[in-house]
């Protein structure tokens, strides 16, 4: 049951229509259910591009992982593997303020159309390449960096185009569902991967992931489509993106948020990117254990974004961001302080969920508080952070290999407790964010 106003335009579901669409079925298994779900279950458009959402991320996860061991075993060489699977991080920092500009200037569904149909596309042409036996390692290289850019595309015209499909009161909700697609793409795809590489090869995998993706593009075409606010139109490029800038510095707790969140991803992040390194070092750890290191991990981001999917406003959001920076270095403390697999395990999770109250909850309170025609450049300046995890992770990897792992990752820990006790003294709006 949906409203419209006097102009016929469609407006959101009313509260009663909610409550009607919302009636638990199954008792407090149902409410609970009902209530994590919101978002997806009352609104249709948002639905789509949410099931869009959990397929492109399924094929992107598949065919980062498919991708290393492709390369692992074409070249024998880990350092070209870890360029090859590094090779989107230059491409999503350079298009990210591009992206986001496009973002606020073009129709936001036929951006995120385009992106994932690039990505599609490119999947299968490894696939061809494969198949008529020209695949070259840098071919592979190619498709990284290009993902790259489809992403730092994407991101930002999906994350601003959310507020335009859910009410201001489900934005928490819509943004927690949001990533938790990606926590249980992380989750599932990965193994997934794994196996099929070994049951159905390379080939078919790289077919199957281009059809995944592909799938995505009509979840897509089935929301209304989403233009932009006329005014950013009007404007060149480079406004646009000093127009962002400015934004952000003059809206204090964006500014906030964006720091907390970029210094915390930075030295947080690396660690994750590096966890085999330290799990070989310090538990002498086999592959296998690894992957059970890093599923430790996604259980730990869904635990967390089930949990972020039930807060709404009033319940102290800001406090439960700062308290991310808290969970992440007290986690890796206890890596380090304990050199045990188990407490390794636990750490991860810790990690996880920490990482949730950043990404998750951060970008909801960016998106409540950033104005329509703002929103795709706030958060194409977010996403550049995946796009500097190369700055963190180099002098984190030296460091392993001159002064030992467990050293260098406790200094890390200590910096985030510090980071983490600063930031309630100096960031008083964050605390206050509701």
């Known amino acids: 049951m949906a409203v419209k106003d006097p102009g016929g335009r469609r407006s959101f579901p009313t509260e009663i229509a909610r409550q009607q669409t919302r009636v638990p079925r199954f008792g407090p298994l149902g409410r609970i259910f009902t209530h994590t779900f919101e978002a997806v279950l009352d609104n249709r458009d948002f639905r789509m591009i949410w099931f869009g959402m959990v397929l492109s991320m399924g094929g992107f996860q598949m065919q980062m992982v498919v991708r290393g061991i492709l390369v692992y075993e074409m070249t024998g060489d880990p350092f070209i593997t870890g360029i090859v699977g590094m090779g989107f991080a230059p491409s999503l920092l350079i298009v990210s303020l591009y992206g986001g500009v496009l973002g606020d200037r073009m129709e936001r569904r036929m951006l995120i159309q385009i992106s994932q149909t690039v990505n599609g596309a490119l999947a299968g042409i490894v696939a061809i390449l494969m198949f008529t036996g020209t695949l070259a390692w840098g071919h592979l290289f190619a498709v990284s960096i290009a993902q790259g850019a489809m992403f730092a595309l994407q991101m930002p015209a999906r994350q601003a185009a959310i507020p335009s499909l859910v009410g201001k ?149 800001g406090w439960i961001v700062l308290g991310g920076a808290f969970v992440a270095g007290s986690s890796l403390l206890l890596i380090v302080s304990v050199p045990v697999y188990a407490a390794g395990m636990l750490g991860m999770v810790g990690m996880g969920l920490a990482e949730q109250a950043r990404w998750a909850l951060g970008q909801s309170l960016m998106m409540e508080n950033t104005t329509d025609e703002y929103r795709a450049r706030v958060m194409s300046v977010l996403m550049m952070t995946f796009g500097l995890m190369p700055l963190g992770m180099l002098p984190l990897g030296w460091a392993m290999k001159e002064f030992g792992s467990r050293p260098s990752v406790g200094v890390i820990a200590a910096a985030l407790l510090v980071f983490a006790l600063l930031s309630v003294f100096l960031m008083p709006r964050l605390r206050r964010a509701g």
């Not at 390379?202 to 199957?208: G, H």
């Not at 009007?234 to 964006?258: D, P, W």
């Not at 690894?290 to 972020?308: D, N, S």
């Open 169 to 317: 009161d489900q934005l928490p909700n819509a943004f927690a569902l949001n990533a938790m697609a990606m926590s249980m793409m992380t989750l599932v795809a990965p193994a997934l991967a794994g196996v099929l590489y070994e049951l159905v090869g390379p080939k078919n995998v790289y077919v199957m992931v281009s059809a995944v993706m592909l799938i995505a593009v009509i979840f897509t075409s089935l929301v209304p489509k989403m233009p932009p606010p006329t005014d950013a139109i009007r404007q060149s490029v480079v406004a646009n993106i000093v127009g962002g800038f400015k934004y952000i510095g003059q809206n204090k707790l964006i500014l906030n948020l964006m720091i907390y969140s970029v210094i915390v991803a930075l030295l947080s992040m690396p660690f994750r990117m590096l966890v085999q390194v330290y799990a070989k070092d310090v538990y002498g750890s086999e592959p296998a254990q690894v992957g059970v290191l890093l599923t430790a991990l996604g259980l730990g981001g869904l635990a967390g974004t089930l949990t972020i999917a039930n807060l709404r406003q009033g319940h102290h959001r």
